[in-house]
Structure formats: C-alpha cells, structure tokens
C-alpha cells in the first residue's frame, strides 16, 4: 500500500500524463503537414466527446470520492460503480451514435468526420478508464496508477501520429485509436478478473453511504450502493453539465459568428487550451482533500490552507513563465499555421485564477449541493450576454474575456454562498494575500510584457 504522498503524485502524473497526450498530438498534427480544416475536424471530435462526457463524469466522480470513503467492502463497492459507468457509457454513445447528423449539425461541426465511429469505440474505454483510475488510486495502487497512466498516454499519441506518419488520414488514426481503445478495456477487464479470482473484491451485504453532510445511510447490497451514489451524484452531475456547457458555448460561438469557418474554430481551440499541470496539480489535490473534508471538516480546512498555498506558488509561478516566454516558443512550437492563437493563449492563461479558487470541494463534503446548477446556470448567461456584447467589437478576443469574466465572477459568487450557508471565510481555506500578490503579478507581466 503506496503513502498518500506517493498516490498524490502518482495522480498528477497520469493527469499530467493525459493532458500532455493531447498537448503532443496537437503539435504534431500540423508538423506532419495536417491541414488547419482537418485539424479542426478532430478538435471537433474532442469537443463533442467533452460535451458528452464531462458533465456526468465529473458530478458521478465526486460523488464517488465523498462516498467511497464510508462504505463498508470499498472493493466490490468501486467494482460495481466502475460496471455502472461502463453501462452509462455504453447507453449514452449508443444514443449518441444514432442521432450523431443532428448533434454534429446542432454543435456546427459540419458534417461528421470518415471514422467519427471509431472515436466514439475510444470514449467507450476512455470514460471507464477515468474511474478505473479512482479505483486503483482508493486501492493504494500507486505504481499500477502511473502504469495506466503512462500505457493510456502513449497509446493515444501513438494511435493518432504514427498512422499520420506512414502516409494515412484522419480515419486511418480514428481507426487505431479504437484499436487502441480495445487494447486498453482489456486490461481493466483483465485488472478485475485478476482481483475478483484474488478475492480482493467481494459483495458486502452491507453498504454505508455518506450523505450530503457526512451521515450515514444504510443500502441494501451493492445495488443499493450504486443506487445511492446515482443520487448523491444528480446535483452534482446537474451543475456540472451547465458549468460544461459554459466551456463548450465558446467553441459553438466561434463557429456560429464566423459561419462555421474550420480554419478559425481550430485557431481558437489551439489559443484557448488549458496547460496540463494546473488541472493534474489541482484535481490530484482535490481527490486528497474531498474525502478528509467529509470526514473532518476543520481538519480539512486547514489541508485545504496549505496545500493550495503550496500549489499557488507553483502554478502561478509556471503560469508567469509561459506568458514571458510564450512569443519564444509560440511558433516553434505550433508553427506558423497558429501564428494566430499566440495573444489568445497568453490572455487566457488568466482563466488559471479561477482554476485556484476552491469553494467547491468544501460545498460538496457539506452537502450544500441542491440549487447548484443554479450557480452554473448564472455563469453560463453572463458568457452568452458577454460574448455577445464583445464579440463584434473584440471578435476571438472578446469571446475569450467573457468566459474568463464569467468563470471568475461564478467562483465569488460561490465563495460568497459557502460563507452564507456555513460562516466560512475564504481566508479560512485560502491565502489571500499570496494568491492577490500572484494575481497582480500576472496582470503586470500581460500588460507590460
């Protein structure tokens, strides 16, 4: 059994591991000659698989995190949960596949790509392969996390770029990427199979679940379990489908005021990209604090202080940098093909402030979760309202500066609700004054550098 250090970073590493796989893919796409129009059919592909998948992973995700921890056989428990997101994931791409000409059509992607099929075979490991991920992390399994990690990582950029490389097309890497997918839901079923004969994972005719706020309700089974987990998740899964289609009303923008121009959608998804480190630093944190949160919330506070003032020195530190250095690098790295999305990059490096805001972790382990996609629902409006109103003046620009308006102002304002329901102060969980000292230094490098 790893220490909680040795998983905390074996859990950076494959977030790490998963963001930079893209980051690669995305720099060798337009090296190998690529087209910027059929660069901007698979970051269509990439988009439609984040507006399918990332509102109910991340809500299901979290509540797994809150509830994994107080209940009883934590084995047969995840096990179960893992076969339900492989079913959902199964449903949801199935219903998908059959509507697919409507949702391309409805999302402005055009017609749908030769082998957006074999893209949808990835999602189906993809999604499963995320909590696959959870259940060896709550196992202790710190080397068989970075394992996967690394094997999931290598495997996608292997998948797209070699078939490129040997003279192929676009369908030639959606169709090793399926491949790739087959290979890689092998070696969960494989993982599961080995545990179950191991007898490592049973069915404990006991479950307990956490409720919103920490108590204890008894389930039936581990059919029950899920049940419950199902229903912790639905607040969860509801503020984070609205919170999503914020993010994923700026690339449908795009495409609907420049009339569905490829060229530019593919620019602006290059510009706005989020760096790696920041999500895998962030959410490996999260995964730590969320559960102590449930169980001690004081305590988990005061984790809370110090780790995030630990990680705002290095990711507003890291962030800094690639904003000095962007123009260096900018070309070499991309190409002139993306010349363009060098000012959008380095603007929306300032959507990193709110990533370092974290009321939520705290309002999900107290239960304040009903009414949530309210808040999300809040944010989303204000994007609309402000992209509208700054588009025709600032075009790509303007459409940037409202998601980042919006995505901090919705962080106040939860702020601002988590001391409303629960006397809780941000300087409570957060160091004010270095995260005000880095924000001010970032501002002074964009505008004078």
Do not use: C
């Amino acid at each position: 059994m790893a220490t909680d250090s040795t998983l905390i970073r074996a859990g950076q590493f494959t977030q790490v591991a998963r963001q930079g796989a893209i980051i690669l893919v995305a720099l060798a796409l337009p090296r190998l000659g690529v087209g910027r129009e059929v660069i901007g059919e698979w970051e269509g592909l990439l988009y439609l698989g984040y507006i399918l998948g990332f509102g109910w992973l991340t809500g299901l995700l979290q509540a797994y995190l809150v509830t994994v921890r107080t209940t009883k056989n934590t084995g047969g428990y995840s096990h179960k949960v893992l076969s339900s997101v492989l079913l959902a994931s199964l449903l949801l791409l199935a219903l998908a596949a059959g509507l697919h000409e409507y949702i391309f059509r409805w999302l402005r992607l055009g017609v749908a790509p030769v082998g957006w099929g074999f893209f949808f075979v990835f999602l189906l490991s993809q999604w499963p392969g995320m909590f696959f991920e959870q259940l060896l992390q709550v196992r202790g399994r710190a080397w068989a996390l970075a394992g996967f990690g690394l094997f999931s990582a290598a495997g996608y950029v292997a998948a797209v770029v070699l078939p490129i490389l040997l003279g192929g097309d676009l369908a030639d890497a959606l169709f090793w990427l399926a491949v790739f997918a087959g290979a890689k839901g092998l070696i969960m079923l494989g993982w599961l199979a080995f545990d179950w004969r191991r007898g490592r994972i049973g069915y404990a005719p006991e479950v307990v679940e956490a409720s919103g706020r920490g108590a204890r309700v008894p389930g039936n089974g581990q059919g029950a379990g899920v049940r419950n987990l199902w229903r912790t998740a639905t607040p969860l899964i509801v503020y984070a489908t609205v919170g999503g289609l914020v993010t994923a009303f700026d690339p449908w923008f795009v495409n609907y005021w420049y009339d569905d121009d490829e060229s530019l959608f593919a620019i602006f998804r290059y510009g706005a990209r989020d760096i790696p480190f920041v999500s895998a630093v962030t959410n490996g944190m999260i995964v730590v604090i969320l559960p102590l949160l449930t169980e001690n919330v004081p305590v988990g506070l005061d984790q809370l202080k110090r780790s995030s003032r630990r990680i705002f020195h290095w990711i507003f530190g890291g962030v800094t940098l690639l904003m000095l250095t962007a123009p260096y690098w900018w070309t070499f790295a991309f190409t002139e093909l993306f010349a363009e999305g060098l000012p959008l990059f380095r603007f929306y490096l300032f959507i990193t402030v709110s990533r370092l805001l974290f009321p939520m972790p705290i309002i999900v382990a107290l239960g304040y979760t009903r009414g949530l996609w309210l808040f999300s629902f809040s944010e989303l409006v204000m994007n609309v309202v402000l992209s509208i109103l700054l588009a025709p003046a600032y075009g790509l620009w303007g459409i940037l500066l409202a998601t980042v308006i919006a995505d901090i102002v919705n962080k106040g304002i939860l702020m601002a609700y988590l001391y409303r329901r629960a006397g809780i102060l941000p300087a409570r969980y957060m160091d004010l004054r270095v995260f005000l000292g880095w924000w001010t230094v970032l501002i002074v490098v964009w505008v004078f550098f």
